[in-house]
């Protein structure tokens, strides 16, 4: 799976938005842009993936570069309970079962 | 969503003991799971893909006669921490994906806190 890279932490304010950016210049076109997210002393959890379109739920929107190069994970209003280590990770659509291999992330604070 | 338990979420033990560390797919059937472990502050590192019915596959410089692995099951897979010793302390998690729902995604345990003093 191709590199990402994304700054090692960040802070927002409660009730701001909060834009979390990754790069991965060397992304292919069958990457698939994947976003978990781990709570203190727990498991990672699954917030977004998208492959070309901007992709929105009901936790996070995920916009993508036009040349799918890098893409940002948007938390439209950051509460206290959204602080954690926010992880990008790309997935080859024929990745089959393999497992997901995580980098560092980046560890979000968020401000009362 | 798709579950998947973890059980203990935090255990003790004394230096030279065994540690069993339980992973279940609640509510689909795993043919693979995944464990991890992470050391404070830092990224989750995979240490093993277990397969059911069949040798667990271990990463490069995880010892598998110290992790044994079992998966028995569609749903069950047990990490267990040989000889356990304090350097292996450390927060291991579990994962699996659900077959029929692949897009959400992978499914992670909520972990185990591992002490060993």
């Known amino acids: 799976d191709a590199k990402t890279t994304q700054p090692n932490s960040m802070e927002s304010n409660e009730e701001e938005p909060v834009h979390l950016p990754c790069n991965h210049s060397?992304?292919?076109?069958?990457?698939?842009i994947h976003w978990y997210r781990q709570l203190p002393s727990q498991g990672p959890e699954y917030v977004i993936h998208?492959?070309?379109s901007n992709v929105n739920n009901r936790m996070a929107s995920l916009a993508i570069a036009e040349d799918r190069k890098s893409s940002t994970l948007i938390l439209h209003r950051a509460t206290l309970r959204d602080a954690a280590v926010y992880y990008c990770?790309?997935?080859?659509?024929?990745?089959?079962?393999?497992?997901?291999?995580f980098g560092k992330g980046t560890r979000l604070s968020v401000i009362a | 969503g798709a579950v998947v338990s973890q059980h203990p979420s935090r255990v003790i033990c004394k230096s030279g003991t065994s540690v069993k560390i339980e992973c279940r797919s609640l509510?689909?059937?795993?043919?693979?799971m995944f464990w991890y472990r992470q050391f404070p502050k830092q990224s989750l590192m995979l240490m093993a893909t277990s397969n059911e019915g069949s040798k667990a596959t271990y990463e490069q410089g995880v010892e598998k006669d110290k992790f044994l692995i079992n998966h028995a099951s569609l749903t069950l897979s047990t990490l267990t921490v040989t000889s356990a010793h304090p350097e292996d302390s450390s927060f291991y998690i579990c994962?699996?994906?659900?077959?029929?729902?692949?897009?959400?995604?992978?499914?992670f345990g909520s972990g185990t806190r591992l002490t060993v003093v």
């Open positions: 509510d689909f059937q795993a043919t693979t």
């Open positions: 990770i790309l997935r080859g659509a024929v990745s089959g079962n393999t497992p997901l291999v």
């Open positions: 994962s699996a994906r659900d077959p029929t729902r692949l897009m959400d995604g992978y499914t």
């Open positions: 998208g492959l070309t």
């Open positions: 060397t992304i292919s076109g069958t990457d698939y």
